[in-house]
């Protein structure tokens, strides 16, 4: 069982950023392509953003298009999410994944998860 290890959550007012990071134990990442998604509670996971294992290729939910950015560093073997200009909407469970592929038009599946970490934007 592959673990993912998420981190930077917590509490931010609407309007700031927030970095989360995602990090593998027992192997590395680099190899994959990793994905981001949220859940809120009583929705459907939703696949916010993704890289591919080379970094050449990302996808953006169009509800964080402009807002959001999905970057790695594989010498740190770590993928991170920048998320600035934070709504009250992006309050959410975010998860990082390990997937099957990412495209230009989407997230792949998933293989394995992390726990998640809570992204709260409230004033």
């Known amino acids: 069982q592959v673990q993912l290890v998420e981190s930077g959550g917590g509490l931010v007012q609407p309007g700031g950023s927030q970095r989360l990071s995602c990090t593998a134990q027992d192997f590395t990442l680099n190899q994959y392509s990793v994905g981001w998604l949220r859940q809120v509670p009583g929705k459907v996971r939703e696949g916010v953003s993704c890289?591919?294992?080379?970094?050449?290729?990302?996808h953006y939910a169009d509800s964080v298009k402009g807002r959001f950015t999905i970057s790695r560093d594989n010498a740190e073997k770590t993928v991170y999410l920048q998320m600035n200009s934070l709504k009250p909407e992006d309050t959410a469970v975010y998860y990082c994944?390990?997937?099957?592929?990412?495209?230009?038009?989407?997230?792949?599946?998933?293989?394995?998860w992390g726990q998640g970490t809570q992204v709260t934007v409230s004033s």
């Open positions: 994944a390990r997937i099957r592929w990412c495209a230009p038009h989407g997230v792949g599946p998933a293989l394995d």
């Open positions: 890289i591919s294992d080379s970094g050449a290729t990302t």
